[in-house]
């Protein structure tokens, strides 16, 4: 079975500072990890995926996240947080190419200016 | 653009009331999912489909059926509808079988049971 953990319901940060969002994975074969954003008031978005290549993933709006193998973790990160940054973020993974992903239970980003 | 549209942003609905969520999506996906959305739980996978009058059973499939008639169309049925159903529900697509594809959601239809 595949699971993701977001160890944090809440992350806050200043504006201009960097920020990072955890996201722990388990599966039994090669994971296919996923972040996406959530708006207030708008559907979900997708930010960026790992599927295999360089361990560095860039994605949209400024951000990116790192895929550890060795720790299972693919942590969403950003160099300076912006105050419109502030939502709520899901980690996602599935076990293969098939099949359906899990979702973590989210984390609410809070950039204070 | 992928567009997924839900057909009510927002619902309110009777307890034993059966009730029709929509979801239609414009880019040819062969996938379809329905999630619901709960404060501290996340998003959980209700029923997803891969291809027209296909369907499987997500994590949370009680209480729920679905309806895959058309390729660009995939329907949410409460067959009777409770007050633990109250929950935003959010429709996506995905393009490809054998793929790692991203998932396009639609807006969410904000469900209230009485």
């Known amino acids: 079975a595949q699971s993701v953990a977001q160890p944090e319901d809440q992350v806050n940060v200043a504006e201009g500072n960097p920020l990072t969002v955890k996201c722990t994975y388990s599966?039994?074969?090669?994971?296919?990890l996923f972040w996406y954003v959530q708006y207030p008031n708008r559907g979900l978005q997708f930010l960026l995926k790992y599927i295999t290549g360089d361990n560095l993933v860039k994605g949209s709006y400024g951000f990116e996240a790192e895929f550890n193998k060795s720790q299972t973790s693919f942590h969403l990160k950003k160099p300076s947080a912006l105050v419109s940054d502030s939502a709520l973020y899901f980690c996602a993974v599935r076990d293969g190419p098939l099949g359906k992903s899990t979702f973590g239970d989210g984390t609410t980003l809070t950039v204070k200016p | 653009d992928v567009k997924v549209t839900q057909s009510s942003r927002y619902l309110v609905k009777r307890t034993g009331e059966k009730v029709f969520l929509e979801c239609v999506q414009d880019?040819?996906?062969?996938?379809m999912f329905w999630y619901r959305q709960d404060p501290g739980l996340g998003l959980r996978l209700i029923y997803f489909s891969y291809d027209v009058k296909m369907k499987e059973k997500g994590d949370i499939p009680e209480g729920y059926s679905v309806s895959r008639e058309k390729k660009e169309r995939f329907s949410l049925i409460l067959e009777s509808a409770s007050t633990n159903q109250t929950s935003m529900y959010l429709c996506?697509?995905?393009?490809?079988?054998?793929?790692?594809?991203?998932?396009?959601f639609g807006p969410g239809t904000r469900l209230t049971v009485l």
């Open positions: 880019m040819d996906h062969e996938n």
């Open positions: 599966v039994s074969g090669n994971p296919y």
């Open positions: 996506a697509s995905s393009a490809g079988t054998g793929a790692p594809d991203t998932q396009y």
